[in-house]
């Protein structure tokens, strides 16, 4: 079956830098559109960033734009979300998730295929 399993998450100070890791089988992972998507306490789930199967392109949300950085292997199957100087409001569970499609990544994800059970990120400050 499909797995979509996250990994990396914790509780840091603000100020630290932490990489999630998304390790997916029972799909051809090269043939997805991969994503983040987060819910923190109180809120909405929303889109958090995006890449294309190939890796060219990317999409950020307002929230995601200038901190972090999502990339993928697509040897390893394995996405990644790189999380630079966190802060107290980046606390959230993040979503690993998978869209089946060839397409350039030009808006955030919808329609997804997939989801993973999420990882917890705690910013203290």
């Known amino acids: 079956q499909v797995q979509l399993v996250e990994s990396g998450g914790g509780l840091v100070q603000a100020g630290a830098s932490l990489r999630l890791s998304c390790a997916v089988s029972?799909?051809?992972?090269?043939?997805?559109?991969m994503g983040w998507f987060r819910q923190a306490p109180g809120k909405e789930r929303e889109f958090f960033a995006g890449i294309s199967w190939s890796g060219s392109t990317t999409y950020y949300g307002d929230s995601a734009k200038g901190r972090f950085t999502i990339s993928r292997d697509n040897v390893k199957n394995t996405l990644y979300l790189q999380m630079n100087s966190l802060k107290p409001e980046d606390t959230a569970v993040y979503y690993c998730?998978?869209?089946?499609?060839?397409?350039?990544?030009?808006?955030?994800?919808?329609?997804?295929?997939?989801w993973g059970q999420g990882t917890q990120v705690a910013v203290s400050s």
């Open positions: 029972g799909v051809r992972f090269s043939d997805h559109a």
């Open positions: 998730v998978a869209k089946r499609g060839l397409f350039r990544l030009l808006g955030p994800l919808e329609g997804v295929d997939y």
